[in-house]
Nanobody, 121 residues
Framework: QVQVVESGGGLVQPGGSLRLSCAASGSFFAIYRMAWYRQAPGKQRELVAVLSSTGSTNYVDSVKGRFTISGDNAKNTVYLQMNSLKPEDTAVYYC???????????????WGQGTQVTVSS
């Protein structure tokens, strides 16, 4: 079993910054990818940023140039640095981790409980 724990959400004014953290722990052989999703009220969950095991990253267009995803392999942790925040970034942010139980096995999805980010003056 894999546990995924997020932290770092909160209330921030427009133009401000926040850093989210997500740590994976438990029993797994490797992490294939770590990603951040978000879900605003009344909207579908959307993929915000992805960090693959090779170090490649990808972002939804709306956050490019403002958000940065990074990781610490030794700590099985991924971060999301969010700058120049806008009210439309308000959402619950979820961490998603895809792990393998054995070498070359299929990936298994795990989710954190979510952390609220509110951008408001």
């Amino acid at each position: 079993q894999v546990q995924v724990v997020e932290s770092g959400g909160g209330l921030v004014q427009p133009g401000g910054s926040l850093r989210l953290s997500c740590a994976a722990s438990g029993s797994f052989f490797a992490i294939y990818r770590m990603a951040w999703y978000r879900q605003a009220p009344g909207k579908q969950r959307e993929l915000v940023a992805v960090l693959s095991s090779t170090g490649s990253t990808n972002y939804v267009d709306s956050v490019k140039g403002r958000f940065t995803i990074s990781g610490d392999n030794a700590k099985n942790t991924v971060y999301l640095q969010m700058n120049s925040l806008k009210p439309e970034d308000t959402a619950v942010y979820y961490c998603n981790v895809v792990t393998s139980r054995y070498r070359d096995s299929n990936g298994e999805d795990y989710w954190g409980q979510g952390t609220q980010v509110t951008v408001s003056s």
